[in-house]
């Protein structure tokens, strides 16, 4: 890339990863008025939930409820571990689906219960189970720039094989995730460049969690390697509850603000994007209230 590109699309991930490592935990209606919140602040692709078990992530266990209260709503995202999770979620409105492995071997395991290439025959299982034109099919790669357990290297090569395996079954997109925060400038490039000599025709879109800060300077190696889609959670939310460590999200607001004073289009309302914040984070500190009462 020579110059900024004029526009980027932030997809906002509140709603699932935002939510899923959270104390408080808000109710059906609270997280169904959040993402038309940022519906309403134009936000256009929103990770609306997860469609995994609830015993291991119960702060998400009513994801088809919060489905079913958006019927009016498109362009909403749920993520998937497996063929049940996309089972639930292909009898919802959201329409596109999250298909997520991870380039950490024992986070993996220790997140999806499978080996990698178990997950890999699923996805291949799911896609051969979506009729055309249903859904639109995502593969997300944890654990892309770095590795929560220290005795594990993560390579760039390695990561573009995995995406080129997830397009090779059917992904339309990939997501490469920076799930405990380690990724830096160089390496992001790095691993962007191996992914898309992989994969050259496959759009790629970015997560960044934020440990030391690095997470804005990641975007920049992103968009020199023409990656324009950048996925973060208001207030900085969010964790894996399965990677020791892993910090919160890049802030939604500070990378709009950001895009925005560098001249680059989000068609978000900063301003109202503040407010969504404000009014989510008083929910959450309420909810962790009461649930503090409860267990005392």
Known sequence: MTEWPT???????????GLQDETGELTTEEKIQLIRDLRAAGVRRIEATSFVSPKWIPQLRDAEQVLAGLAECDNLIALVPNVRGFERALATVARELTFVVSASPRHQMDNLHMSLDASLANFQAIVQATEAG?????????????????EEMIRPDEVAAIA????????AEVSLADTVGLGKPDFVRRVITAVQDAVPSTPLALH??????????NVVAALFCGVTTIESALGGLGGCPY???????????????WFHL??????????MLGSVRKRLLGQLAQA??????LRT
Do not use: W
Request: hydrophobic share 35%; proline share 5%; glycine share 12%.
């Open 7 to 17: 526009f980027v699309e932030v997809v906002d991930v509140t709603p699932r990863d």
């Open 134 to 150: 249903t859904v639109r099919l995502r593969g997300a790669i944890s654990c892309a720039f770095g590795s929560p357990f220290h």
């Open 164 to 171: 080129k395996s997830l397009v090779h079954h059917g992904a």
């Open 208 to 217: 960044l969690h934020d440990r030391y800060g690095l997470a804005l300077g």
């Open 243 to 257: 990677a020791p460590d892993a910090p919160g999200n890049l802030n939604t607001e500070d990378l709009v603000r």
């Open 262 to 271: 560098m001249g680059i289009e989000t068609g978000i309302d900063l301003e």
């Open 288 to 293: 962790e209230t009461r649930q503090g009462e």
